[in-house]
């Protein structure tokens, strides 16, 4: 066994059957999508402890979700928040399932609540993804959450996530999209005045993914200007990832929510995914937006698999100090 190995952390798998906050309920059915396609054999020893579910509302057409989707929301998601805090208490790595990537609240706020609770700089976020989910109640053009959560999470406020959010904000400066290239104009102010950085498709076939991986790593994990980072032996602070599978290319992965073209190619999400896999300091793993349902020979499911495997592998605790 290679020496890295007898020190990575217990990883523990939660799936989010959730599918309220995008535009068809058919991510729901993702999590169960992605251990079908051997989630847990390629993840080795982890432990699975089953997903939270959200019970089946109808949505209010238009751009406000209406109010029983986001009671219903709310719900399943301070259920998942629980879920990844009790994770990270226990010392372990949350594999978040989902689901559409409204999850994504309870999982980053969850990642800021555990931090701040043990009286640390909330981690860094890489969000790779063809959106970048900073939309508002006032400038969203669907009114579907999953495009929104990441407003809330950086402290604007969205009614709806609101609760969820409580305690866990992150800190925009050391937040970084990777693979966005379909942004509403409002939402494009939005994260330009928030200060995020963004890496397009183009830009990292121009400069190459290692060096992407490289610079979205040294920002999330805070030695961009100077912030943070003092106690990192080097290595930048903690980070979690978000990986949706909308930022492939629709034609690599088709079983997805919405499809926006000039996506990354395998090879280069790869490429990505395995050297974020390898920090040392990734915190929280979350893996989003399988539709089964749109899905052709499970080829989507079996390469969400494939990133939760590069993102989670070889995974080494942080240092006792931090
Ligand atoms: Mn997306």
Wanted: net charge negative; proline share 6%; charged share 25%.
């Amino acid at each position: 066994m290679e020496q890295g190995a007898l020190h990575r952390r217990t990883i523990e798998v939660i799936g989010a059957r959730v599918g309220l906050g995008g535009r068809c309920p058919g991510t729901a059915d993702g999590p169960a999508a992605m251990r079908a396609a051997g989630l847990l054999e390629a993840l080795g020893d982890a432990r699975d402890l089953g997903d939270v579910v959200a019970r089946e509302v109808v949505r209010t057409p238009g751009r406000d979700p209406g109010a029983a989707v986001c009671a219903e929301f709310e719900r399943v998601s301070l259920d998942l928040r629980h879920a990844v805090e009790d994770t990270l208490a226990r010392g372990a790595l949350p594999c978040v399932l989902g689901g559409d990537h409204s999850i994504g609240a309870a999982t980053q706020a969850a990642v800021g609540r555990a931090a701040r609770a043990a009286g640390r700089e909330p981690p860094g976020i890489i969000w790779i993804d063809a959106h970048t989910d900073a939309n508002t109640m006032e400038t969203t053009p669907s009114g579907n959450l999953h495009g929104m959560m990441l407003a809330a999470v950086h402290g604007l406020d969205v009614p709806p996530f609101r609760r969820i959010v409580e305690g866990g904000l992150r800190d925009p400066l050391r937040t970084v999209y990777v693979g966005a290239r379909d942004i509403d104009p409002e939402e494009r102010e939005i994260v330009a005045r928030l200060g995020c950085r963004i890496y397009t498709p183009d830009e990292i076939r121009a400069r190459g993914p290692e060096a992407v991986a490289r610079e979205a790593l040294a920002i999330a994990g805070g030695r961009d200007g100077g912030r943070a980072g003092e106690d990192d032996g080097g290595q930048g602070g903690a980070v979690s990832v978000s990986f949706d599978l909308d930022s492939l290319d629709p034609s690599v992965a088709p079983g997805v929510d919405c499809h926006v073209e000039g996506g990354l190619s395998w090879t280069e999400a790869e490429t990505l995914l395995r050297l974020i896999g390898h920090h040392p300091r990734i915190v929280a793993v979350e893996v989003v937006e399988v539709n089964p349902s749109a899905d052709i020979g499970h080829r989507t499911a079996h390469l969400a698999v494939r990133a939760a495997a590069l993102l989670c592998a070889r995974h080494v605790p942080p240092s006792a100090r931090h």
